[in-house]
Nanobody, 117 residues
Framework: QVQLVESGGGLVQAGGSLRLSCAAS?????MGWFRQAPGKEREFVAHIARSGSTYYTDSVKGRFTISRDNAKNTVYLQMNSLKPEDTAVYYC??????????????WGQGTQVTVSS
């Protein structure tokens, strides 16, 4: 069982930046960020493998950067040029192994990000 602790959410004006962190209790494979806005389904934001390879959803490309520190079992999400539509609860997730689905991943408790216009 891997436990995840997220931090770094908050309130920011449009155009501003926030950095989210997620620390895992053990060694991790693929780590990712998801978000859920009010009244909407949870959606994928980005993921990063242990190798450092990354993948982003189109709406955040060029604005968000995912990174990780394998020695600390921690993943980060640097969010720049934030927009009101980025407002959501952001969740950290860790796959059980490289080939497993996100449906069976370990999940954090979520951190609120609110972007004011």
């Amino acid at each position: 069982q891997v436990q995840l602790v997220e931090s770094g959410g908050g309130l920011v004006q449009a155009g501003g930046s926030l950095r989210l962190s997620c620390a895992a209790s053990g060694r991790t494979s693929v780590m990712g960020w998801f978000r859920q806005a009010p009244g909407k389904e949870r959606e994928f934001v980005a993921h990063i493998a242990r190798s450092g390879s990354t993948y982003y959803t189109d709406s955040v490309k060029g604005r968000f950067t995912i990174s990780r520190d394998n020695a600390k079992n921690t993943v980060y999400l640097q969010m720049n040029s934030l927009k009101p539509e980025d407002t959501a609860v952001y969740y950290c997730a860790v796959k059980r192994d490289y080939y497993s689905d996100w449906d069976t991943a370990y999940w954090g408790q979520g951190t609120q990000v609110t972007v004011s216009s």
